[in-house]
């Protein structure tokens, strides 16, 4: 079955911390992709991110930065220097292969990050 | 701006009424998704549509129903079989099913309680 396990439920770091949000992911599919969404409080889910599986580079957008290990089947998350603004829910998540022949998304529980000033 | 709209933000259900959610889109995506989403479990998928007139079970669709007549339109009815509705609901497109590394579009969400 595939599965996408975020541990960390809640994370509070002050302004300017740097903070990883850690998830894993469990697939028999060879190709499959990986995404970051980010839920600020008004509700919609916002994509950051998506990485395929043959694509091990890490990737800096700015403060942000992933980590893809395929070894460990992780795909960590990390903001430097947080700010107020990074406050939100984060969700991983995986593509997975539906009967039908399409795909579905499969979404981690998601990890609350705040940031205090 | 394209984007996905839902309707209304809230909404409150009475004992054995059923009740209809809106989603409208306007990026000319093929499919459409709706999930549930309650504290701590993530989203769940309810139900999704790969092209207009068909439609899908996703893994919690036992008490909702949807329909799908027009490619920009995908309504999600929460019916009185399903005894626990309070939740918050999100919309969501891609341009196809077809291509596992598309992202998806979300809208605001409708947060539904009983009354």
């Known amino acids: 079955a595939q599965k996408v396990t975020q541990a960390q439920t809640e994370i509070s770091v002050v302004e300017k911390e740097d903070v990883t949000l850690d998830c894993v992911y469990e697939?028999?599919?060879?190709?499959?992709?990986l995404f970051w969404y980010k839920q600020p409080p008004s509700g919609e889910l916002v994509f950051l991110i998506r990485?395929?599986?043959?694509?091990?580079q890490n990737e800096i957008s700015g403060r942000y930065s992933w980590n893809f290990q395929k070894s460990t089947s992780s795909f960590n998350f990390t903001i430097t220097a947080s700010q107020v603004v990074d406050s939100a829910v984060y969700f991983c998540a995986l593509s997975e292969a539906g009967l039908d022949g399409g795909f579905k998304t499969i979404f981690g529980a998601g990890t609350r990050l705040f940031v205090k000033a | 701006d394209g984007g996905i709209t839902q309707s209304p933000k809230y909404l409150f259900r009475k004992e054995g009424q059923n009740v209809t959610l809106s989603c409208e889109q306007n990026?000319?995506?093929?499919?459409m998704y709706w999930y549930r989403q309650d504290p701590g479990q993530g989203l769940r998928l309810i139900y999704y549509s790969q092209i207009v007139n068909d439609f899908q079970k996703g893994d919690i669709a036992e008490g909702y129903s949807v329909s799908r007549e027009k490619k920009e339109s995908f309504p999600l009815t929460v019916t009185s079989a399903q005894k626990n509705p309070t939740a918050f609901y999100l919309c969501?497109?891609?341009?196809?099913?077809?291509?596992?590394?598309?992202?998806?579009?979300f809208g605001d969400g409708t947060r539904l309680s009983i009354l």
């Open positions: 969501a497109s891609r341009r196809t099913t077809r291509d596992r590394g598309q992202p998806q579009h």
């Open positions: 697939t028999r599919d060879t190709t499959y992709y």
């Open positions: 990026l000319n995506h093929d499919a």
């Open positions: 990485r395929n599986s043959f694509d091990e």
